[in-house]
């Protein structure tokens, strides 16, 4: 079992940036699948990057290439999503989840908006004002 606590959320200006945070506490070794997803509200939950944490494999998906930066900090049990030139539809509720994958299906994760992870944070708004 996880428990996953994001942060980092709320009020930043298009263009901007901010870096959002995701502690797990438990079986943080079993479940070494990181991801980040966001849903906006009316639409579906869709993926934004993941990692690996066991080898630091990350995958992102297309539509967030180049804007976002997943990273880990093993000592603290946090993954940390970065996002630059944000923009006004980046405006949702970001969450962060787990599960037990390999890097391969740690990557496919996103495609599948998240349908195969197993835990979530209650998750941080973001908003991104024009």
């Known amino acids: 079992q996880v428990e996953l606590v994001e942060s980092g959320g709320g009020s930043v200006q298009a263009g901007g940036s901010l870096t959002l945070s995701c502690v797990a506490s438990g079986d943080t070794a079993s479940n070494n699948c990181m991801a980040w997803f966001r849903q906006a509200p009316g639409k579906e939950r869709e993926g934004i990057a993941s990692i690996n944490t066991a080898g630091g494999s990350e995958s992102y998906a297309d539509s967030m290439k180049g804007r976002v930066t997943i990273s880990q900090d093993n000592a603290k049990n946090t993954v940390y999503l970065q996002m630059k030139n944000a923009k006004p539809e980046d405006t949702a509720m970001y969450y962060c989840?787990?599960?037990?994958?390999?890097?391969?299906?740690?990557?496919?994760?996103?495609?599948?908006?998240?349908?195969?992870?197993?835990?979530w944070g209650n998750g941080t708004w973001v908003t991104i004002s024009s």
């Open positions: 989840a787990a599960a037990p994958r390999d890097w391969i299906e740690c990557g496919v994760a996103l495609s599948e908006n998240g349908a195969t992870m197993e835990y």
